[in-house]
């Protein structure tokens, strides 16, 4: 399509333009043109026919003259029509020389050895490499850190099969080293989009013009989008005062573990946990004070758990834990060593002691399965046991 | 036209040979162990294309196609079950895939399986220019989604009023411990597939 545009455009353009050619050109043709023929008729007329013996009459001669004229003229205007041909062609190979520069995106030409032969000023701009260094080197030369199999590849590809090939940001990042002179978020290099395509000269030499499109912004603002989701997601999950998982994450949390406790085999236990007289440390210091001892104290009960047990807040200052792989010993276990170190920290800004905390124990074992709401139920039991019996205690049923 | 068992067989055996070279590409830009074999090798005419592809004409296809020039003129085309390819993707990009939010991923789904598209293709034609002893300029790829009649009605618009044949290609793609059958369609003139069989006649003729 582009080349018979171009050809048609081009056929226009030489017809009108052999009016254009400049005047002095075509006069000094002319002038060639007519001296010449005025030396051959002289040539022929004074010095060849009268080594002859034939005579020519004047109509034959006049005959003879338009002949040489006709026969010199022809190449005149032929040379004429080359020469504006050949200056079309030096302006259109220029335009197109220029044309990739202006384009915004980066334009290369490379070989098979990956020798550059072109590098528009995009890429001058981008890389720093002007197109007298880039040109004739190889594209190892000029990045050290080449290292791209895939763009090995596709040039290779694209050369002998004459197929061009996409190298997406998706599955490649980038192909050219190119640093970013203002770091974006995590990317310190230009993330890019790539095609190689197939350029065949008249000789048959197929060269490999590389396009890149810098996506760099696109890749971080996708990222930066990721993050803010993944963000309000973890905010909708958890509380905000103290960082612990809401209701709402421990139900879609609770039922696929327990699925996987019955396919496993395992245990899970589940501590819930009471803030002792919450009521009145609120009533005494204020809310602020509650509120740094709620922190305070999910802060603790963090520290005792491991990576694969969660914290929710159930309730105002009421707390379950759920701990995996953990059997009532576990449990046990751990409930104890977080009624001690409630017992012995100072959660801030009150005293060692001032503050206490009641807990209910209950465990999902393989051979006695239960529901999720029947584990919970269970531990809301053993906590108002321990209520019952004088609170600061750990309960558990058998 | 008529072709016979061994006229098949050979072009299989050929279409193997160019897909483990793709595989092998493949591997070596997912960073994952990727085979690639053509099962089953059919020649038929256009008009019979679709009911030959064995694909349900309700579910969704994603195809990549480049169509080529030359002395031969047509498109190539590969396709997969939609919810095939998106796993595969999924599988293959993995973590960026499970931050990126919904639209992202139409986006990421689009480039990776037109980027693994290209790959297949250009080593699907190579094998067939090889044979045709031609050379043929292939287009950059493009991406479709749709049902079949949908993809076929589109690229039959690009290549009407052709006396069309089409080579159709089973294909079998092993991935991060998945299998997905694909098909990849050659559309070309019924010259082409005649001069391409010629040249496998005197090829096993030879042998």
Known sequence: ?398 | MELDELDRDALRELANVGLSRAATQLSELLNDHIEMTVPLVQVVPYGQVTQALQLDSHATVAAVWQSFSGQSEGTSMLMFPSEDSKRLVHALVGPSVQEAGEDDLRGIEHEAMMEIGNIIITSGMSVIADMLGQEVQMSLPGYMEGTLPDIMAQRSRDNAGLDMQAIIMFTHLKAVQREIEGRMVMLMSVDSVQVLFDRLHKLLRGL
Not at chain 1, 155 to 174: A, D, F, G, M
Not at chain 1, 199 to 225: F, H, M, Q, W, Y
């Open chain 1, 1 to 398: 399509m582009l080349n018979s545009l171009n050809a048609r455009e081009y056929t226009q353009r030489w017809k009108s333009g052999l009016f254009r050619t400049p005047l002095r050109i075509v006069v000094a043709v002319g002038i060639v043109v007519f001296t010449v023929e005025f030396l051959l008729m002289t040539l022929l007329h004074d010095v060849i026919l009268p080594l002859t013996s034939i005579t020519v009459t004047d109509r034959i001669w006049s005959i003879v003259d338009a002949v040489m004229l006709v026969v010199l003229v022809s190449p005149a205007l032929y040379f004429l029509v080359f020469l504006r041909m050949q200056r079309d062609f030096a302006e259109l190979t220029r335009l197109f020389a220029n044309l990739t520069d202006t384009l915004m995106i980066g334009v290369l030409l490379v070989d098979t050895d990956l020798r550059v032969h072109r590098w528009n000023q995009w890429l001058e701009r981008k890389t720093g490499i002007s197109s007298q260094q880039a040109c004739g080197k190889l594209l190892t030369e000029l990045f050290a850190d080449f290292n791209s199999p895939r763009l090995l590849s596709a040039i290779e590809l694209c050369i002998k099969h004459k197929s061009p090939q996409l190298i997406s940001q998706t599955l490649n990042r980038y192909v050219l080293p190119i640093p970013l002179v203002s770091p974006m978020h995590d990317l310190k290099l230009m993330q890019q989009q790539v095609s190689v395509s197939p350029l065949t000269n008249s000789r048959g030499e197929t060269l490999a013009a590389i396009s890149i499109n810098d996506v760099t912004e696109s890749v971080a603002k996708s990222s930066a989008l990721a993050r803010l989701a993944a963000k309000m997601e973890s905010q909708s999950n958890r509380d905000q005062l103290t960082g612990a998982y809401n209701r709402h994450f421990l139900w879609s949390w609770l039922a696929p573990q327990l699925r996987q406790s019955v396919r496993h085999s395992q245990a899970l236990s589940c501590l819930m946990l009471d803030i002792d007289h919450f009521k009145r440390i609120n009533d005494t210091y204020g809310h602020d004070v509650g509120d740094a001892v709620l922190r305070g104290f999910a802060e603790i009960l963090h520290e005792q758990m491991r990576d694969s047990d969660i914290l929710v807040r159930y309730g105002g200052e009421e707390f379950v834990a759920l701990l995996t792989h953990a059997d009532a010993a576990v449990a046990l276990e751990i409930a104890s060593r977080i009624l001690e170190r409630v017992r012995t920290t100072a959660i801030a800004p009150l005293d060692v002691g001032d503050v206490r905390c009641s807990i209910g124990v209950s465990s999902w074992m393989p051979e006695v399965p239960c529901s999720a709401e029947e584990l919970l139920k269970e531990a809301d039991r053993r906590l108002y046991h321990a209520k019952h019996n004088g609170r600061d205690q750990v309960a558990m049923g058998q």
